[in-house]
């Protein structure tokens, strides 16, 4: 059985449904989990336990990973999120706004849109969004992932590629970045 069921992707499996689930309950559930694998070892074969083990799992894991988010991200968590999005454009405009007349090229002005006025706008909507909820900002990260993948997808010709690459990366890395700095902030206070 073992060489079906290897002990240490045993432990992994546990600790995502562990992850998952409800903290009140999970000991008592995985425990359920695990008695019920040892019960069939005795009378059925290792390869209909383990088949039988992967099919809870697969049943189990949309459930609670919808259950899980659910519990994570509520709807002042999605509030928060759109607030710092929100608050984000207005911090990248008023940036632009005062950035943008220090220089005549266009690639300086794109680099000083994207790279000071974006990235920080974010890094800072995320440093809030996760003062406040700290399940906002990976959610913020999602809403700039699709803000610019839309952008990519709908305006091909609007700005150069690099430009929407850059701000599909670094735009959606920089509020994880800004949660990572609030962490950071709290830990030292």
Request: glycine share 6%; proline share 5%; net charge positive.
């Amino acid at each position: 059985m073992e060489a079906r069921m290897n002990p240490s992707i045993l432990v992994r499996m546990q600790g995502i449904l562990a992850w998952l689930m409800p903290s009140a309950h999970a000991e008592a559930l995985l425990g359920d989990l695990l008695e019920e694998r040892r019960l069939r070892l005795h009378v059925s074969s290792p390869a209909s336990v383990a088949r039988w083990y992967w099919m809870q799992l697969a049943s189990s894991l949309p459930v609670l990973l919808w259950a899980s988010l659910q519990r994570r991200f509520s709807f002042f968590t999605l509030v928060a999120a759109i607030a710092s999005y929100f608050a984000a454009g207005g911090v990248a405009f008023v940036l632009r706004a005062a950035l943008s007349p220090m220089t005549t090229s266009t690639f300086v002005r794109t680099v000083i849109d994207i790279l000071l006025c974006g990235v920080i706008a974010m890094t800072a909507a995320g440093y809030v969004a996760a003062l406040i909820r700290p399940g906002a900002a990976p959610l913020l990260a999602v809403l700039v992932f699709v803000a610019a993948s839309l952008m990519v997808a709908f305006d091909p010709d609007g700005v150069p590629l690099w430009y929407e690459g850059s701000f599909l990366v670094l735009g959606s890395l920089a509020p994880i970045a800004g949660a990572a700095l609030s962490r950071r902030w709290r830990k030292a206070c």
